[in-house]
């Protein structure tokens, strides 16, 4: 009979123990590395919500040009797209107003906020003369990404809101 000998020196191939520290050592790696790779997501979406606000804010100066120097009409602070009954705000009725809020609303995992208001405390639907608008950010969901018509823009802990003293729509 023909014999084969398949190992030398009697040796036939790795221990259970050596197999076992290698699949720790592999799960270990790759345990660091899917932790690092979702903090990286977390920026890459709060990157995400930063650029959607911001191209709110040229684009509804475009808006406030074409529609008799005004933000649409003024409502309370609601989510985002907040769209009143006839759809007559800005954040609604402007199309590429509501597809960065959309866009922001998806990387954020959670409705912005936002408000447009004039200086008057009880008349809504009227012309709104400021707007604010804010989200949350992914990697620390107790701060905010918050821009404004005053041109602040900002990462904290304000979020859009109606002033008390002024009645406009600010980051406060």
């Not at 290698?22 to 709060?46: E, F, M, P, Q, W």
């Not at 009143?84 to 959309?102: E, G, R, S």
């Not at 604010?132 to 809101?161: E, H, N, R």
Request: glycine share 6%.
């Amino acid at each position: 009979m023909l014999k084969i000998k398949l190992f030398k020196n009697g040796k036939r191939g790795f221990t259970l123990i050596e197999l076992l520290v290698v699949i720790a050592i592999i799960g270990v790696l790759s345990s660091i590395v899917l932790a690092s790779l979702n903090t990286a997501r977390n920026k890459g979406n709060d990157a995400a919500i930063k650029a959607n606000l911001s191209n709110i804010r040229a684009s509804t100066e475009i808006y406030y040009d074409n529609n008799s120097n005004a933000y649409g009409a003024d409502f309370a602070l609601a989510n985002c797209p907040a769209a009143d009954a006839a759809a007559t705000n800005m954040f609604a009725k402007d199309a590429n107003i509501a597809k960065a809020v959309v866009a922001a609303n998806t990387s954020s995992g959670s409705n912005a906020k936002c408000a447009a208001n004039d200086s008057v405390a009880a008349t809504t639907g009227t012309a709104a003369t400021s707007w604010a608008i804010s989200s949350v950010l992914k990697q620390d969901t107790t701060k905010f990404y918050c821009v404004d018509s005053t041109g602040f823009a900002d990462t904290g802990t304000k979020q859009a809101t109606i002033n008390g003293t002024s009645n406009l729509a600010v980051c406060g």
